[in-house]
């Protein structure tokens, strides 16, 4: 099974500045079958990116994925304050796993 | 517009059972292959089971093999979890969620339910 390891466990920005979230595993991700999901308080997961760098359906250009083999990171170009939330990478193909999730808070 | 809706979750002592369904609306669901995943409470995301469009594979993880059966109707457009000798630390949130893409059954998640609650408690 494949453990993915997310950090940092909280980052602190403030809207506008740029964040930059990081998934490693724990060994290679065939066809980079790497997802990443955002969930606010009280609600479902949503997906953000698949395969690595493709953004979901509706899921603005600020949002961009990156990566391959088992180094992985999530990018928002400018925060909203709606992009204040817990995010989680997702391995998938072979086996399914999920990292333990960062939280991303307001400074 | 897609919709999953799931129900059946509640209080169940340890060692009990429940069963719990999800209702998929706004797409051809004989399509999809369709996971279940759950949320302790405070903690993060762990995938619980997939199921094939024709039920034909069925993929498990460790934590509840043997325990819990998904299942599925077509006809009935609905998505099923029997989970049995429940314990403590299956409490959680359960999710159902439509798999992404259609090409592969242990997929992404593109569209999630709201989820039902279930707790393990005496």
């Known amino acids: 099974e494949i453990v993915l390891t997310q950090s940092p466990g909280t980052l602190s920005l403030s809207p506008g500045e740029r964040a930059t979230l990081s998934c490693r595993a724990s060994q290679s991700v065939s066809s980079s079958y790497l997802a990443w999901y955002q969930q606010k308080p009280g609600q479902a997961p949503r997906l953000l990116i698949y395969v690595a760098s493709s953004r979901a359906t509706g899921i603005p250009d600020r949002f961009s994925g990156s990566g391959s083999g088992t180094d992985f990171t999530l990018t928002i170009s400018r925060l909203e304050p709606e992009d204040f939330a817990v995010y989680y990478c997702q391995h998938y193909g072979t086996s399914l796993s999920f990292g333990q999730g960062t939280k991303l808070e307001i400074k | 517009e897609v919709q999953l809706v799931e129900s059946g979750g509640g209080l169940v002592q340890p060692g009990g059972s429940l069963r719990l369904t999800c209702a998929a609306s706004g797409f051809t669901f004989s399509s999809y292959s369709m996971n279940w995943v759950r949320q302790a409470p405070g903690k993060g995301l762990e995938w619980v089971s997939c199921?094939?469009?024709?039920?034909?594979?069925?993929y498990y993880a460790d934590s509840v093999r043997g325990r819990f059966t998904i299942s599925r109707d077509n006809a009935k457009n609905s998505l099923y979890l029997q989970m049995d000798s429940l314990r403590a630390e299956d409490t959680a949130v359960y999710y159902c969620a439509r798999v992404w893409p259609i090409t592969i059954i242990r997929g992404a998640a593109d569209y999630w339910g709201q989820g039902t609650l279930v707790t393990v408690s005496s």
């Open positions: 199921i094939s469009s024709s039920s034909s594979t069925i």
